[in-house]
């Protein structure tokens, strides 16, 4: 009886792995195999909570005025790099902060560009900003604003330092390639002086204290607005805080995120992780810290800092909910999930 033998198959069979394989080289590649890397659980920002120093940044900064010229940095900055990226332009994941030194009789040369900058004003005195041929003086806790394609040079009279916080857009354009900068023929582009109090672009620090102040209660927010009443840009936002001695804020958690600088006292912020593991953010006046996307935080006012007042403390925070309110994305863990749909 002849034996039978089975047919051996004319072709491997086919499964998943071969097909991945084959994929190789077909500009495609399989949704299933990252399908939780891009619909995630949660928000899931790639930026950590953290504090840059004033005490430990400041010096590395007047360093850099002693051994980098203005002409050839043209904007000299330390960069506050997230620990989480490790990568400018990242303070968090969507807004780039920097700390910017001028001294005496030198030129931040005129350039505009596409992103738009905010800057809160640290320390020194005689600093100017020339801002569309309009120049505005710098005073501590003033921000001022630069729109976008707005030509700029920034400058100073008088002896010491001008450092300031910038908040720009810049993290953006990483996804939108369609920033760029264009320079002027001259450092200074031709500026008048004009009446700083009465600038659109200037906003003065007790004109925001007063309305903080105003605000009942032992947490004060309150936004820095156009004359329109519109946010200061449609990416980045600025708000001003204000949190009675020895109180707290409330707990938020916000699709948002946020560049924060200490105007005056000291404290902390507790960020609560989902076990409600606590991480805290210490701070005093001139550091910044930072908060990422949809981390639950809460600001806690300490001690007084001797710069005056009773112990409040005043925050400036730098925000990306201009963008991320109208590209549809806001949405905080108070809100009923489905009243978010959208029609
Ligand atoms: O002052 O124009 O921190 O162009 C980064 C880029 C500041 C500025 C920064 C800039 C500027």
């Not at 949660?42 to 002693?66: F, K």
């Not at 030194?101 to 030198?106: H, S, W």
């Not at 990483?174 to 900068?181: A, D, E």
């Not at 005056?308 to 949405?331: E, H, K, N």
Request: net charge negative; charged share 25%.
């Amino acid at each position: 009886m002849a034996t039978q033998t089975l047919p051996t198959p004319a072709v491997v069979a086919d499964s998943a792995d071969k097909l991945v394989r084959d994929l190789e080289g077909s500009a495609t590649l399989p949704l299933w195999a990252q399908m939780a890397k891009l619909n995630p659980a949660l928000p899931n920002p790639r930026c950590t909570p953290h504090v840059w120093r004033y005490d430990e940044v400041r010096p590395y900064l007047l360093r850099a005025g002693q051994v980098v010229s203005e002409k050839q940095a043209e904007r000299r900055v330390l960069m506050l790099v997230n620990p989480g990226r490790n990568e400018a332009p990242y303070t968090t994941d969507t807004i780039y902060g920097g700390l910017q030194l001028v001294m005496p009789n030198e030129t931040a040369a005129a350039h505009r560009h596409v992103a738009f900058a905010m800057r809160f004003i640290i320390e020194g005195n005689g600093g100017f900003t020339a801002v569309h041929g309009r120049r505005v003086q710098m005073n501590r806790g003033d921000v001022i604003l630069t729109p976008r394609w707005n030509w700029h040079d920034h400058g100073k009279d008088g002896s010491g330092p001008m450092i300031w916080l910038d908040g720009l857009d810049l993290p953006q354009f990483r996804h939108f390639p369609v920033h760029f900068v264009e320079h002027f023929k001259d450092p200074r582009y031709p500026a008048e002086d004009i009446d700083t109090d009465a600038s659109p672009i200037v906003f003065k620090w007790h004109k925001m204290q007063a309305r903080l102040d105003a605000q009942a209660g032992d947490w004060a927010s309150q936004r820095y607005t156009r004359n329109d009443g519109s946010e200061v840009s449609k990416t980045l936002g600025a708000a001003a805080e204000r949190v009675t001695a020895g109180k707290s804020s409330p707990i938020r958690q916000e699709t948002a995120s946020s560049m924060y600088h200490v105007v005056s006292g000291s404290g902390r912020t507790i960020i609560y992780g989902p076990d409600n593991e606590e991480e805290k953010l210490t701070w005093k006046r001139n550091d910044t810290f930072c908060i990422p996307t949809w981390a639950r935080f809460q600001h806690f006012a300490d001690c007084a800092d001797g710069a005056g007042g009773a112990g409040d403390v005043y925050l400036f925070r730098c925000d990306d909910v201009p963008m991320i309110t109208s590209l549809g994305f806001y949405r905080t863990s108070e809100d009923d999930a489905e009243g978010l749909v959208s029609h």
